[in-house]
């Protein structure tokens, strides 16, 4: 699992450091491995692992990761699918709109 730069996105403060470290050494492995298994792809579940993650941080920081029917774990499983799904549908609109953009400059 990559972890460079991911914790650059978020503040540094102290509480939030260690606020990081719990999320990235509890959930880290089962939010990357998510990412990996639904792209297929190293490079894009570590790009998908930065964004989830920086999101799980931001949530948890806001309470929005405590639920009275779900665990944490379930929560941020959820979100992880969530935001994984959403980065591939985002990443096939663009491929399928650049090949037709591409298709109409070789036929004009």
Known sequence: MQSSNIFDAVSDAPCIGSLRDHIYNTYGSVIYGICLNISGNEKTAAAIFQMVFVELVQKFLLGE????????????????????????????IRAALKKIFHQQRIVA
């Open 65 to 92: 990761m405590e639920s009275p029917v779900n665990s944490r774990q379930i929560c941020v499983i959820k979100h992880t699918y969530k935001v994984t799904l959403e980065y591939l549908q985002i990443t096939d």
